[in-house]
């Protein structure tokens, strides 16, 4: 009888057919810019121009870069959304949880080519947060949200004019929001820590902007649901993770513990 290893790969990667994210629902992507559908399309069947690599390594790449893409801010060319309460990052564990056929590593190891290429920068470090400092002046890299697109990525794809044009239209329509919420642009803009209500973060889910795991831990005391928030903090590399774990539990009680990176930046 044959063995089932003897050929192919084991993780399930084929030459021939590249893996592609979850898809988000026919809704929310017929209201996404049709250029960056474009720009999704040639990744896809072509990868990156000027990008050569092979393999696995091209799979995971192609496949990052378009959920990063379904996620990106025009304006800011961040990964994230501005709302009433300021702006709300996504986490990576958001990012992963549209690619489930991708280990974290792999992820981490596709971030750094397009970082490399100059693709996708930051003005935090983007290392692999299983490989915290403990150097409280550096930051861990977790969320998302100082993190984004370069002018090179858009031009790589001739779309830098139309990337400028929706990018004032965004901000255009964003300003009319603040607005009317009687606020101004930067408002909407201003990165907070935990300031997201329950119902934003329900909205957006609902929307399928953020995911979030099937099942929440289940904690049998309010103080059970702090020790565990404060242990996932201090997991994360905050020294002020007791501090943040009350914050937490006072806004979001026990829906803190799902993916609770996206609460945190």
Known sequence: MENKFDFGNRCGFSPDLFRQPTPLSPD????????????QSE???????????????????????????????????????PTKKGWLAFGWKTILN????????????ALGVIRKNGLFDSNQRLSDPRFITKDATKKSGYSVSDKGFTEVFWTAFRQTKRWKHEA?????????????????LQDFYKKVWC?????????????????????????PSAN???????????????????????????????AALINTEQFVS
């Open 28 to 39: 929310i992507k017929s209201r996404m810019p049709k250029f960056i559908n474009q720009i």
């Open 43 to 81: 990744i896809k069947a072509n990868g990156v121009p000027g990008l050569a690599i092979r393999g696995e390594r091209d799979e995971s790449v192609r496949a990052l870069l378009c959920v990063l893409l379904d996620y990106c801010d025009l304006w800011t060319c961040k990964i994230g959304i």
């Open 98 to 109: 549209r690619l489930p056929w991708l280990s974290e590593s792999r992820l981490y190891e």
């Open 168 to 184: 004032e239209a965004k901000a255009k329509r964003t300003a009319e929001q603040a607005a009317k919420a009687g606020k101004n």
């Open 195 to 219: 300031s997201t209500t329950k119902a934003v973060v329900k909205q957006m889910a609902a929307a399928g902007i953020v995911k979030t795991e099937t099942h929440a831990p289940v904690a």
């Open 224 to 254: 059970a649901v702090k020790m565990m928030l404060h242990a996932k903090l201090a997991e994360l590399g905050f020294k002020d993770a007791y501090v943040r774990a009350q914050k937490l539990f006072e806004e979001f009680g026990a």
